[in-house]
């Protein structure tokens, strides 16, 4: 599974090592930034990993800000796009299984490196599970993306 990460400056340094355990685990990762500390805009990575996925870059993407708030609010403005802030493993599984969640935000300042380890391999071990009442609610966010013109 190929998995496309961005972060801002403040993620920057867990996203460099999650990388490392996604690639040790056999993941290819595909880092779309940033590469340096230096004071960067959430919006922008948001929005390269949320194309990404839209263009099947990759099956899934992880963002990582400082909370997990803003990279969040930023993928989810295009359509298509079901980006959740997961701060625990149970949210992180049940996230894919219920929502098909396709982008995990973390927030580096909010949670441990191993706990969002822990988290980033319960979201990409889960598997939407297809249930008709999960897809009829992924229908309804569907009508309402359409309804209110979101991108893509």
């Known amino acids: ?3 496309i990460l961005g972060s801002d400056h403040a993620g920057f340094a867990y996203k460099t090592i999650l990388a490392a355990a996604l690639n040790e685990e056999g993941y290819e990762v595909l880092d779309l930034g940033t590469h340096t500390v230096t004071p ?3 919006p ?3 929005a390269v990993v949320a194309e990404a996925v839209l263009n099947k870059e990759g099956e899934r993407g992880i963002l990582i800000c400082g909370s997990a708030v803003g990279v969040s609010i930023a993928a989810n403005k295009f359509k298509g796009i079901r980006a959740g802030v997961c701060h625990d493993t149970y949210s992180a599984h049940q996230s894919v ?3 098909d969640v396709n982008i995990l ?3 580096a300042r909010v949670i441990g490196l191993e706990l969002a380890k822990d988290i980033v391999f319960a979201f990409l071990r ?3 599970s297809e249930e008709q009442r999960h897809v009829k609610r992924l229908d309804k966010i569907a009508a309402i993306e359409a309804k209110w ?3 893509k």
């Open 105 to 107: 935000c973390l927030g």
């Open 40 to 42: 960067s805009d959430y």
């Open 149 to 151: 013109g979101l991108q």
């Open 97 to 99: 299984e219920h929502d």
């Open 126 to 128: 889960a598997e939407f």
């Open 44 to 46: 922008d990575y948001a």
């Open 1 to 3: 599974m190929r998995i």
